[in-house]
Nanobody, 124 residues
């Protein structure tokens, strides 16, 4: 079985920070690109960022560039999303996903496996 389990979500004030984790099992983690997506109520699922097999390359959406950082630890089978300078518009359910190709894309249909999501709420 393949499992992706997100953790680290919660409530935070504007300007605050959160670190999300995604623990992966049931596949060869180092052979998968990883991505993060988010979905707010009433909106479509939105691309956040991706990281390649070895963790040497990352790509982000314009809305999070400079504030969010994706990293991975292949020895721990875990991918992270560090979120800084959070804004109310960042409020959403956040999902991690795995892609069997070396590079993850920006479209959700390009990914093979998904986690269940973790809620991030940014408000005063």
């Amino acid at each position: 079985q393949v499992q992706l389990v997100e953790s680290g979500g919660g409530m935070v004030q504007p300007g605050g920070s959160l670190r999300l984790s995604c623990a992966v099992s049931g596949l060869t983690f180092s052979s998968y690109a990883m991505g993060w997506f988010r979905q707010a109520p009433g909106l479509e699922r939105e691309f956040v960022g991706t990281i390649n097999w070895g963790g040497s390359r990352t790509y982000y959406s314009d809305s999070v560039e400079g504030r969010f950082t994706i990293s991975r630890d292949n020895a721990k089978n875990t991918v992270y999303l560090e979120m800084n300078s959070l804004k109310p518009e960042d409020t959403a359910a956040y999902y991690c996903a795995a892609d069997r190709t070396p590079w993850g894309g920006t479209k959700d249909y390009e990914y093979n496996y998904w986690g269940q999501g973790t809620q991030v709420t940014v408000s005063s």
